[in-house]
């Protein structure tokens, strides 16, 4: 917009230029650019990567060094792919008439950013498309994988399902198990293989609910055992007491598993708002960096005809 005033000194309504600011021409080509930049670099990364994992013990690379590789890779291909798409945008835009130098660099910036965030949403999308399609089709293989399971449950009889308890149903069934508990002795000990085995999976699936089991319940859980086994009361306490101790491990592992997955993927994000960020200030640097070039080439070109 530009004020002008005539030689009587009367002051001219501003002129608006009819032509907007926003080229898409070279932002649609940057992006398109930056786009196969990042989808042939991932599928590198991908051959890349599947030469470090092995199905034979020992001759692949550690969890850690493959999520650390798989992360800078990530990175890079942000940025390579964001300065490319910036450089592109401003190279092809045609050169504004009349315009201060610092709107074209504001301009050049603009439209090198808008590029980086139409690529970015199109990867993402295709990406989320991609894990979608991974996603439906593992859980139609688990979902074929239990249906034969429960055909084959089925086939078995209905004697294993009525001792099953369903997870609702624990706490009354092993309160009902603790009111009608005889006395602790081998005696009293369940005599079928299947009542002694339900009520003891009752007995450990409430000690996993509660987080401990009481005293009593492993009083109780070694007189099975060695009703069971012919083992002493002394070395069906002790029997108890190991596979306690593993289930307990076993609970630590998978907490332990479960907070490195949290801190690993915690990581992830925030180095991948923080690589974002970086792509979209180095898409917009290149594309004002390639504008430059472009306008600097054509005064060239110009000055060379004058």
Do not use: C
Not at 24 to 48: E, H, K, R
Not at 133 to 146: E, I, W
Not at 181 to 187: L, V
């Amino acid at each position: 917009m530009s004020v002008s005033t005539t030689g009587s000194g009367e002051v001219v309504a501003p002129v608006e230029s009819s032509k907007s600011a926003m080229t898409w021409g070279p932002i649609f080509g940057g992006a398109a650019a930056a786009i196969g930049v990042t989808l042939i670099l991932l599928l590198l990364g991908s051959g890349l990567g599947l030469t470090m994992v092995s199905p034979w013990s020992g001759q692949s690379s550690s969890l850690g060094t493959l999520g650390v590789t798989a992360a800078i890779w990530l990175v890079l291909v942000q940025w390579l792919s964001s300065a490319l798409g910036g450089y592109v945008t401003g190279r092809l835009r045609t050169k504004w008439a009349a315009v201060h130098t610092d709107e074209v660099f504001f301009r050049d910036t603009a439209h090198g950013f808008i590029s980086w965030a139409l690529a970015t949403i199109f990867v993402a999308g295709f990406l989320a498309s991609s894990l979608t399609s991974l996603a439906s089709a593992g859980a139609q293989a688990v979902g074929s994988t239990a249906q034969a399971v429960g055909s084959t449950a089925a086939a078995a009889g209905t004697a294993a399902a009525a001792s099953a308890t369903s997870p609702l149903d624990l706490p009354t069934a092993y309160f009902t198990d603790a009111l009608l508990r005889p006395d602790q002795t081998r005696a009293a000990a369940p005599s079928n293989d299947a009542a002694a085995t339900s009520e003891v999976s009752r007995i450990l699936l409430n000690g996993a609910a509660e987080g401990q089991i009481p005293d009593d319940d492993k009083a109780y859980l070694a007189s099975i055992v060695a009703a069971r086994t012919g083992l002493s009361e002394a070395d069906a306490r002790a029997r108890v007491d190991t596979v306690l101790k593993r289930i307990d491990d076993a609970k630590v592992a998978t907490q332990k598993a479960a907070d490195e997955a949290r801190k690993a993927a915690s990581t992830t994000a925030l180095l991948g708002s923080l690589s974002l960020l970086v792509g979209a200030f180095i898409a917009a640097a290149a594309a004002a960096f390639g504008g430059s070039q472009r306008d600097e080439e054509e005064d060239l070109i110009v000055t060379s005809r004058i």
